[in-house]
């Protein structure tokens, strides 16, 4: 379930981050925030459309259509950054020599 993949996806990250040197967190800040912003967002959508449905809302079809959209097209994303936070530190690191500084 995509949903899952990609909480699943935040935690890994967030355990990684909260034990990682300062060096390495820093470099895996913004794939982490793009990774959070991802989770938050498909979480929100699917608590609305889960709000909706139990509501009767006449939108509540809409509403879990664009979770599921979120979730299998955009969330998706959310593994490989969690990947890059975990293991791009390193890389970016040590961009200066790929710069030539």
Known sequence: D???????????ASAYLTKAELAGALAGATP???????ARGATLLVKGATRAKREADPNAARYAALARFFAENIAI???GLATSVIDGGASVNESHAALGE
């Open 77 to 79: 994303a959310a593994p």
């Open 2 to 12: 995509a949903l899952r993949e990609t909480v699943e996806a935040l935690a890994q």
């Open 32 to 38: 982490y925030l793009h990774l959070f912003a991802l």
